[in-house]
């Protein structure tokens, strides 16, 4: 419940500041590609990073009257992410999220802005038989990017996230076949470039 009450809280907080922007909103879209892994308790053999993609779209504005430099952008994507691991056979498993990142950009000058802040997950399928009914559906965790050419309609990004909640939980289970311990494992990692393409390129302050 916690988890599903964090998430609800991220979507209405965004809708709440598209209801409330402008008419003129600074909106873009955006298109990149993911390079993802995950982090295990266990050593996986023949674990290998997997490539993805992620769609989207993104609000920015400026709340801070005596700081310009200070924005925040509000995005909704959808983000696949996963990993390979070899056996006798290649096995891609393939996990799609819609995210929802809220972020701080901070722009140096009109060539490069940074970014931080937190990107809220939920699973809405996987490749991966039963996949919906054996994950978790909820992951969070920090985001640190970099874009590029942040003044001009069409931009360049790069962003880091790095899950903090496990993807599974399961048992383990002694030589006897009785349950130990309960284990929370499997947590997401990914690096993503992309372009960001500004519909509206002009600023929406939400102070008069």
Request: one cysteine or more.
């Amino acid at each position: 419940m916690p988890l599903r009450l964090t998430f609800s809280i991220a979507i209405i907080i965004g809708l709440t500041f598209i209801c409330h922007g402008k008419s003129n909103a600074q909106i873009a879209i955006t298109a990149g590609g993911n390079y993802s892994d995950i982090r295990s308790n266990i050593s996986l053999e023949n674990k290998k990073p997997i490539v993805g993609y992620q769609l989207g779209g993104s609000l920015q504005y400026y709340p801070f009257k005596k700081f310009p430099n200070i924005s925040i952008i509000n995005e909704i994507n959808y983000n696949q992410k996963g990993y390979h691991q070899d056996f006798e056979k290649n096995y891609s498993f393939r996990f799609n999220y819609l995210s929802l990142p809220v972020l701080i950009d901070y722009s140096l000058s009109k060539a490069i802005s940074l970014q931080a802040g937190v990107e809220f997950s939920a699973l809405i399928s996987t490749n991966v038989e039963q996949g919906m009914k054996t994950y978790n559906h909820f992951d969070c965790g920090p985001a640190l990017g970099i874009n590029y050419f942040s003044g001009k309609a069409i931009s360049c990004f790069s962003r880091f996230t790095y899950g903090l909640l496990p993807m599974l939980d399961y048992y383990e289970i002694d030589e006897l076949g009785n349950f130990k311990s309960e284990i929370h494992d499997l947590k997401n990692i990914c690096f993503s470039v992309g372009i960001k393409y500004n519909l509206y390129n002009e600023k929406i302050p939400l102070y008069k």
